[in-house]
């Protein structure tokens, strides 16, 4: 419900799909509201990726922290009805996306992780969690040898800040 409390409307199904999640958990989209005492069903997804059992991805980090737009990563999911695992052309081609990262590799992949970490670069006053992370650098001597050798070039990339930490994907 994080996106269809907000996105309530399809561009190609209207409200039709979206319907679908809301009677199944039982939520009022015109109150906002979970309808009490409502006996949710399971909802039916037709999976799209599978990642192998030994990785763990957390969309809230990305979305939340990182401020990733969905399209960024699935590509334009509007032009589809059902689940759809874009091409790195069709995630590129989009001209209209703000921050988009063009990537080479193959969407999905460890590698296409990679290369986007490698490359998306971090604003670190854009959010508390930075602001968190780079008041904590300064406080410690080798802390502030990492903050000066990170914005040596200055600029911070994801991982520069350790987003190439084997752990935090996988366990």
Known sequence: MNCHKGIKKGAISGEKEIAKIYAAIGFDPASGQYIEGYEQKPIVWNKVNNLPDHVYFNHST?????????????????????????????????????????????????????????????????NAYYQEMHERYKASALGQRTIRDVMEDGKA?????????CGKCHY
């Open 157 to 165: 990339t994801v991982r520069e800040l350790g987003g190439w930490e």
């Open 62 to 126: 990305h979305v939340a922290v990182g401020k990733v737009d969905c399209k960024n990563c699935h590509g334009p999911q509007n032009q589809y009805i059902g689940g759809h695992v874009p091409t790195a052309e069709e995630i590129n081609g989009q001209d209209d996306l703000v921050g988009l990262v063009k990537l080479e590799k193959r969407p999905f992949t460890m590698g296409w992780c990679l290369e986007c970490h490698n490359k998306k670069e971090v604003d670190l006053n854009s």
